[in-house]
Structures are given as C-alpha cells and as structure tokens.
C-alpha cells in the first residue's frame, strides 16, 4: 500500500509496507501540516488582497517590547466600577477581552452598561501600534489563523480587561 506524502508544497510516494492497510502516523501528520499551511497561506494571500497587512512591522514590534505594564488610569473623571459583576461574551478561555458588559434592573427598565479596553492608555496616538491598529481596525478571525489587530502582549495582557486585573476602559 502506497500514499501521497505531502511536504514543502510538493506531493511524492510513501511506502507503508506491504499488507499495511493503513498509512503511517507520520504521513499522516505530513499531510496534516501541509494543508494547515496552505490554509495559512491562502488566509495570508487573502488578507492582502484585500489591503489588510496579515504580519506585524519591525516598528510596532518593537513599540510592544517597550510597553511592559498596563498604563495606570488616574485623574478627577476616572471612575472605578470593578465593583460591578462584570461579564463577558468571549469564551471562558479568551485572554483578549476587549469589551464587557454589566446589566441591572432600573426604574423603567434595565440598565447596560459596555465598557471598551481604553488601548490609548497604554499605545500613544500617532505610534507605529496606533497606525497599524487605526489602519486594520479589527481582529481578522479565520478556521487556521488570528491575524490581531494588536500585539498578543496588549491584547491579552496591557489593555486586556481580564479579571482582578485594573485597567482603563471607555
């Protein structure tokens, strides 16, 4: 019994052995990556088709590397409301939480509240991370990739609204 190997965009033939009636793991695992990775990179092309920048710049990796903690929120108009019961709409597992929400029973109704990750509070305006992230404007989630619109640094971690955890919001 033979199979296809696929390896480096190229297809070739793999023994398995006579009487095998399976194909080895390891062709199977073959196989496996090189469709993951022609997924990958026809998501990659199809970004840029569409004017999207699928990679991170030398200039805003580096900006990231420098922003190691999240900005401290301070003034007169700064409220803290870690008090409510806050809750999110993303998976348990999800570290980028950009946005949650906060409902209660109000006189007439009920009252929402929507707090946004404030990314200002740690990125300054007109940075290489603020041009790139004004310039995608979104997230881009496909089956085998997260193009983010922000470094996993900020996303998940500076700006991200995770719990017991002090950030800025709008």
């Known amino acids: 019994v033979g199979l296809l190997a696929f390896a480096a965009g190229q297809a070739s033939r793999l023994d398995c052995g006579p009487g095998r009636t399976r194909p080895a793991k390891a062709a199977q695992m073959t196989r496996t990556t090189f469709v993951r990775d022609a997924l990958r990179r026809i998501?990659?092309?199809?970004?840029?088709?569409?004017?999207?920048?699928?990679?991170?710049?030398?200039?805003?990796?580096?900006?990231?590397?420098?922003?190691?903690?999240?900005?401290?929120?301070?003034?007169?108009?700064?409220?803290?409301?870690?008090?409510?019961a806050w809750a999110s709409i993303d998976n348990d597992d999800s570290r980028d939480l950009d946005q949650v929400e906060f409902a209660e029973r109000a006189p007439g109704g009920t009252r929402v509240l929507i707090a946004i990750a404030d990314g200002s509070a740690a990125v300054p305006q007109g940075s290489p991370v603020d041009d790139y992230a004004r310039r995608e404007t979104t997230s881009v989630y496909t089956g085998v990739r997260v193009f983010p619109m922000l470094p996993e640094h900020l996303s998940t971690d500076v700006t991200s609204l995770n719990e017991g955890e002090p950030r800025a919001a709008l």
Do not use: Q, W, Y
Request: proline share 2%; net charge negative.
């Open 43 to 84: 998501a990659h092309e199809a970004m840029e088709d569409r004017g999207l920048l699928p990679e991170f710049s030398a200039a805003v990796v580096a900006e990231t590397n420098r922003i190691s903690k999240a900005a401290a929120a301070t003034g007169a108009e700064i409220r803290d409301l870690r008090a409510l």
